[in-house]
């Protein structure tokens, strides 16, 4: 009996740790979405777990019921509760990852049919271009500016943050934290045309900023 | 008649300070806003459009009658939604950054 | 005028109407004089002039199960490509191709028409009529339904069909980034189809308040005409938004007017605005009917009443209006700032609180009642399993910062299809199995449907459950391989599988009706001893429902007790002595009798005019613009022709609809069916002006593009002529309160000056409307101004006819309360929109 799970168990493990992987967060804003992530499935477990057990109990003889428990109970103020703890647990994760005025590396990202253009400040203060690899520092909040040159694209990097699209016309903002060095994946996520699932790309989080690059590359 | 206009009343007042805030919220972000957000200011414009949509509450729960037959519970169901609808959908002006 | 014997008495008071019983007749003579009135006419030709709601109520329902069953064809063509990851099955653009047509076909063809036909079929029947309001409106909406769906399926079959996803983001969708007609398809397809859903809103409006049976007020009728009530009014509400944006993308595809570029001051956003305005509502436009359908089946099921009456009708109001500060919920991720994220994510998250008291109040009546696993009862127990999750994902997608790592993968299209499966399929399935022995007359064959729903529950939590996973280990929406990640082929594998069983469930659950409707037994009056008039009638039902017109006697008794009374004649308006269809309306709120309408029978022109529309379509979608406007010209010939059936002509005196109950009929009552009818649809015109007003303010606001041109208002000879066409349409609409000859041939000649003074505005005013997006809808504003002021002329024209030919005067009105509300209508229109522009010219 062990065997047969031993198999779909291994491929739940390798596959929440999987480069796009949205339940192995890499740095504190993926990481504060992933705890809202966990507190939710857990409430709407219980939750589901409830409503099936009322449903059972149902089908047993027909009982004199409260009415207003239902609806006013059940109905209104059980979901209330429930429902404002977690708006409050959202917006307070909402806030904390904002991006705000605090030194935070700045960094470019242009979206186009069908690739991204990333730029970031190098040594001498001019800005450095790069083809679907972008370039951040490990441990420091990045802002990314994020433009589109021709239709509605979107930036992910799913370990460091959630999404934010590239509209033309707009530079829209979103904030990466990526806790250690190391390389990220990230994807276009609005459908954007014929290539839209080859729109991949690549985050590399440097221990020292602005990275070397000369050396990166050998 | 009344009783149909009393029922959705209160529903309309959340439809009109929703709107009112929201648009305020967009003319506000557009014009004025600097580069650090809402200015206190403009975020007390926000709070007073807010407070001014529950304000109207106050002479539509005036209004109300007392009973139990469905057409006297309507009404104060219909005015008891738009109340919570209006703080609840609005209060992140209080609170929330902004632009 | 009329000699009605009714007491109209307090609100609240336990009778407020109380009709003579009528002398009881023979049943089957009563049968066969109802038939010859009532029945549709022999053979194909019949089904061409079938005007009738069950005929046209089924056959909606019958073409959305075939449209739903090409849409589930194709979403096994997308699980077919996804079950391997670098499937070679089909090419991308024609992937692109079916999984927006897949979720167009589900959301225009399937699930809209699906709930209107529900609603045509039955709401006559709960609420205790002969028929919907306006028979011919409810033909012409089924033939814009077919055809609009033909011309998108047509264009799958040819490679041709939109791509853009169901949603049709421009720039994506703009004519730069998507030659060819597929755009058009889309935005000229389902806005012909969309037709049918403004239709059918105004109309099922109309039914709900104007002709319940006599004396079941508002806050008594059965909870299913509640929901419709709600849903109609978000669909007058909520189409519009769409209405304007498709018209909007099509002009600038079309005609190169930029309101979506950038570079001239468009903004892509304003189409996502306008599109979730209408796409968030729709989702519980959906719901509700669906959940109507279940608050009345779980009582049955449970032999009981439904628990929390009033709090179910609460919950409902506060669906429909909440549901309509959400939509920005879908645009989450484009940069809004996080305050008003926030309004949209604390009333997306308000919304869960109604649909609680919903599922909550289903479970407390079953909780009172005893449950019986009947098969509407298993679909029952399948919503909720189903329903409750997605309701829980929903509130999840709610909160912003998971809404920013789920949004646009597959975590979403779990989610979506735990709602709309769960919320809507599961209860539709439950109604075609409650209602299906009153369709057929039969009984169905036992154990067959129960099977299919054990495989549709395995296939569709095998398929979508894990989907949630899928998502969150980061697989986006709408890619078709995925070579580089290993890790989402086994679960999408699985998906894959469990879809081909869902499929085979759903095959299941059409072999089991067609079974039914072929071999099945004859089934007992009244099978499960409902206490609703629906059940309160011959089985299958006739076209005429009732022999006699059911009245207060008649309400909240068992079916089975008021079934002989009614068909032997007892209620009101008994039989169809006069030769002519004839119903009973009531007032909207305590349903007390008003008068009598008399309906249009059998006929083909809501064919021949939907034809004529397609035509239009057809050609606007082959760019030969010139030739579509003067295909406008047979449309408006058959609209007038039309009206013309509408004529107050025949006998016009009073009816005795029951002993000492005298009513005029409905040429001579103050409130007509096509009076209140107008008024829907005026709502629904309002809302189309609100959406344009809303995009002229949104990219004056918020848009950050070039600056427009100095606008041409600022001239002098603009003021002017805007003056000079203020002016006409006050005298109009002072002249369409005259109820003589002389009036309406004034509101013709200054309707037509209005249109000539706009023609010259535009030939020598107007700014070009290609240069700069804000000039673009204002010429956009000036249309829909104009094209009022064509129609009013084209109603002040009706309404000197039918003096001229006599038909008309005080008493009886014909055509001239709807050209005086309409006349109105346009000036007040008119004058904000003038208003508005210079304002936003000078500002």
Redesign the interface.
Known sequence: MKRVFAL?TA??V???D??????APAGPV?S??AW??GV?LVG?GL??AL??V??I???R?????N?R????G???W???IV??L??G???W???R??P??DEAVIVRAHAF?WGWEFSHEGPDGDMIASSDLLHIPAGRPVDVLITAE???H?F?V?RL?????A????T??TRLVADSPGEY?G???????????FM?FSVQAHENWPPDLSEAAQ | MRWLALTLAGPMIWAAAFTLVYGMHGVLCAGVAGPEGLSLTARLVLIASWALGLAAFVPLFMALREGDALTDRLPRYGTWIGLVATIYTLFPTAIATSC | MSDTTYAATEEGSATAVDIARNPAQRALPLHRELSRVWANDKGLWGQITAVSHTTLGLRFMATAFVFFAIGGILSMLIRAQLATHDGAFLDTEIYNQIFTMHGSIMMFLFAIPMLEGLAIWLLPKLLGTRDMAFPRLTSLGYWCYLFGGLIMLTALLFGVAPRDGWFMYTPLSSAAHSPGINADVWLLGVTFVEISAIAAAVEITVTILRQRAPGMKLTQMPLFAWYMLGTSAMMLVGFPPLIAGSILLELERAFDWPFFDIARGGDPLLWQHLFWLFGHPEVYIIFLPAAGAMSMIIPVMCRTKILGYGAIVAAVLGLVFLSFGLWVHHMFTVGIPHMALAFFSAASVLVAVPTAVQVFAWIGTMWKGQPQLHLPMYHILGFFLTFVMGGLTGVMLAIVPFNWQAHDTAFVTAHLHYVLIGGFVFPMMAAVTYWMPLITGRSRIKGLGETAFWVIVIGFHGTFFIMHLTGLLGMPRRIDVYPDNPEWIWLNLTSSVFSFVLTIGFAMFALDLLLQITLGKREKRDPWAAPTLDWAMPMPSPNYNYASLPTLRHLDRPARDVIMPLARGEGALPGAPRGRRELLVTRAIGAEPDHVAILPGNTALPLVLAASICAFVLLMLASLYLVAAFALIPVAAFIWLWGRGMSPVGDLSPVEIAPGTILPVHHRAKQSLGQSGLVALLVADGTLFGSLIFGLAFLSVVTQGPAAGIAGAENFATLVGIGIIAALLVIAAWAARGMTRMAAMIGVAVNLAAILVLIWLKWTQMDDPTGHARDALRAVVAGYVALHIIVATGLAAFVANQHARGEIDQVTRGAHPAWRAWQGFTAATALLAMVILLAQAFA
């Open positions: 779909p491929l739940l390798a596959g929440c999987s480069p796009l992987s949205t339940l993926a504060d979405i809202l992530w939710m709407a939750i589901t409503v099936i009322l449903i109990l149902a089908f003889r027909p009982s004199e019921t009415a428990f239902w609806t006013h059940m109905g209104l059980f979901s209330m429902l404002t977690l708006l647990a959202g917006l994760v909402g806030e990852i904002q705000r005025d049919q021709d239709v509605i979107s992910w799913p943050a959630g999404k934010m699209d509209i033309p016309g707009r829209n903002r994946d994807l276009c996520a609005e459908f954007c045309g014929l290539d839209h699932a991949r």
